[in-house]
């Protein structure tokens, strides 16, 4: 009889679900209209406007549109499962969907920081939300990371 393997358990599972999750698809797709409003020149909010560069404000919504794209192809990418070899559909997917929570988290914590630096008493629960909510796009992408690694799918598997 063969021993099995004991899970790692600093590991929590993670469910993939056929199809892709119909509420991140529409948080990214928030994220991608936002940023193509203001890169093709429309206002961005005049609060943050007025202490920073135009080119920082192209940036930072340009990251969220890059993150949002990436984000959204990742996660409705087909699900899948090629036998044999490294390189999946559904691996290529979940490194794109990674990528992308991850530009959506750093473009919103970044946001969100400027605010409370900008504004702290009157931009508190705006700045704080989107720092959260940046967050929580990070811890997004990690979890993804980590399900790559659990699988074997990562380049740096953790043993």
């Known amino acids: 009889m063969m021993a099995q393997e004991v899970p790692d358990p600093k590991i929590r599972p993670m469910a993939i679900v056929p199809g892709a999750n119909p509420i991140e698809v529409f948080l990214l797709v928030v994220s991608i209209i936002l940023s193509f409003v203001y ?25 969220l549109g890059i993150g949002g794209t990436i984000g959204l192809v990742g996660g409705t990418w087909k699900r899948k499962i090629r036998v044999g070899g490294d390189e999946s559909p559904l691996r290529n997917g979940l ?27 009157t931009g508190f ?10 967050l929580a796009s990070l811890v997004r992408a990690y979890q993804v990371r980590r399900l790559l690694l659990m699988r074997g799918g990562g380049k740096h598997r953790h043993d």
């Not at 929570?101 to 919103?108: D, K, L, M, P």
């Not at 705006?126 to 909510?133: F, P, Q, S």
């Open 39 to 63: 890169v093709v020149g429309g206002p961005p909010p005049q609060s943050l406007e007025i202490g920073m560069p135009t080119w920082a404000i192209i940036i930072w919504y340009a990251n």
């Open 125 to 134: 629960v705006a700045g704080l939300t989107t720092v959260a909510w940046g």
């Open 95 to 121: 490194v794109a969907y990674a990528i992308g929570w991850g530009y959506v988290g750093t473009a919103s914590v970044t946001y969100g920081l400027l605010i409370l630096l900008k504004y702290p008493a």
